[in-house]
């Protein structure tokens, strides 16, 4: 989606990542300088992967925690996140332990917390809110 410029083209269109971006956090770093070097090699379009790569949405299923959300909040904000639990492919064990590592970490504020819950999914769905008293 990046080197054929979906995401650029497409704008309107809010991409959600699945399990916190999988490796699309680590690796980059290695996608922005293979991509330099294209540029510089053949004279292609520059691509902004970081910038990409932010404006992009990811859900935080899965095991995201102790290292991979670190990861993931260097090149996204916590406006872009959103709680995924994977549920039923995770039993409600592991979805309550994720949720109980997410309440724990000192990477997220209290308000950041919240956000990732509810308000994050309520402002990007905002169209599907059937009663805004909830």
């Known amino acids: 989606m990046i080197l054929k410029g979906t995401i650029r083209c497409f704008k309107d269109i ?8 999988a490796f699309l956090p680590i690796l ?14 053949d004279g292609a379009e520059k691509i902004d ?10 859900d935080v299923a ?3 925690l102790p290292r991979q959300l670190k ?4 090149i996204a904000d916590t406006s872009h996140l959103f709680y995924g639990s ?5 039993s409600e064990a592991g979805c309550t332990q994720l949720a ?8 997220l504020t209290d308000e950041e917390r919240r956000d990732i819950y509810y ?13 805004d008293n909830l």
Do not use: Q, W
């Not at 980059?28 to 090699?41: K, Q, T």
């Open 49 to 58: 992967v970081y910038g990409e790569l932010k404006s992009l949405y990811y």
């Open 14 to 21: 809010k991409f959600v990542i699945p399990h916190a971006g």
């Open 62 to 64: 899965g095991m995201c």
């Open 71 to 74: 990861i993931l909040l260097e």
């Open 86 to 90: 994977d549920y039923p492919y995770t």
């Open 100 to 107: 109980n590592l997410l309440d724990k970490s000192e990477l």
């Open 28 to 41: 980059c770093d290695r996608l922005d300088g293979f991509f330099r070097m294209a540029n510089l090699l």
């Open 119 to 131: 308000s994050n999914a309520l402002k990007l769905f905002h169209r599907l809110v059937v009663n």
